[in-house]
């Protein structure tokens, strides 16, 4: 049976994480630390579990596993596995410098999908930056010296960030997002990460944390990035709502809603919704069921479920394939 799901999402305590996921976000845990939720998801790294209706207390992944291919839509219907993982991060210190591999390296070396991804930034702190790619074309070797000697940052972008902004990082991207950003991240389901700075930092076992020096050579684009942030404008495609294309490519597509009132929406045969409230409070009803959504929640709509309209006041992201 096909109806709206609200998820429970995975929670990860890495070292640069904060409290406003837990103080803000409503996510409970006696975890002293929250860096990410992992909103959607159906890694083998962190699942995603339903918390409502005739699945409750099941796995996405094992739903999707039972239900088959038209759950996730025509658009991904030849993928080897659920195509997105969704986070919310709160980052109360720098992130790593790292670089995420294309699909053809990561399947090859690391037995899973690539990982590009976009960024949506829900709040940034005065003066809060991302670095983005390089300031000008550098060589492999001047990359692997720096590295060595400490001096990456010299020539990184440094980009100043504000709330509202959206970026979108390709494989082989050289990033990281930097300390007071509250982001949401929409990427393909894949978790290799390839770190090359940590800020000299150590993990809980007290030694540094590891570096994947010889990886991030064979991905890293040396070239600087194409684009910064993408202030993208409002467009008209949704009845009763204002709403912001943030990402379109062949991995996902992003929107940011902001509904007033009541609106209607449609997950149509191509590709499942799923939404991620950042604001507000709305009332979700679909296929019978009726769901309150706060800041905080993920709701994933399976493919074919149809019209569903959304009533109240709130900022919300859709994600779709």
Not at 60 to 86: E, H, Q, R, V, Y
């Amino acid at each position: 049976m096909k109806y709206p799901m609200k998820l429970v999402a995975p929670l990860k305590d890495y070292l640069w994480g904060g409290t406003r996921l837990k103080e803000e976000f409503g996510k409970k845990t006696q975890l002293e630390q929250v860096a990410e939720s992992w909103e959607l998801s159906c890694h083998k790294d962190g699942k995603s579990v339903i918390a409502n209706g005739a699945a409750s207390g099941k796995t996405l992944a094992a739903w999707l596993a039972a239900a088959g291919k038209d759950a996730l839509g025509t658009k991904a219907a030849k993928a080897s596995g659920f195509p997105l993982l969704i986070k919310l991060i709160d980052a109360h210190d720098n992130l790593s410098v790292q670089v995420h591999p294309d699909d053809a390296y990561a399947l090859r070396v690391e037995g899973e999908h690539g990982k590009t991804e976009m960024w949506y930034v829900v709040d940034a702190a005065p003066g809060a930056e991302l670095l983005y790619g390089f300031q000008h074309e550098i060589t492999k070797e001047e990359f692997r010296r720096r590295i060595a000697e400490h001096t990456l940052l010299d020539v990184v972008r440094h980009v100043p960030v504000r709330k509202g902004d959206a970026f979108f990082i390709p494989a082989g991207t050289l990033h990281a997002i930097g300390k007071g950003l509250l982001i949401c991240e929409i990427q393909q389901s894949s978790n290799s990460t390839y770190r090359v700075y940590d800020y000299g930092r150590v993990g809980a076992d007290g030694k540094p944390r590891a570096l994947h020096v010889e990886k991030a050579l064979d991905v890293t684009s040396l070239s600087p990035a194409a684009q910064g942030a993408l202030r993208t404008p409002q467009i008209d495609i949704f009845a009763g709502v204002r709403a912001r294309l943030l990402a379109a490519c062949p991995y996902f597509t992003v929107y940011h809603l902001a509904a007033a009132g009541e609106c209607a929406l449609d997950a149509g045969a191509d590709s499942f919704h799923a939404l991620t409230v950042l604001g507000g409070q709305l009332k979700l009803c679909a296929a019978g069921e009726a769901l309150s959504l706060q800041k905080g929640e993920t709701v994933f709509l399976p493919a074919g479920l149809g019209r569903y309209v959304l009533r109240g006041d709130g900022e919300l992201i859709l994600s779709k394939v």
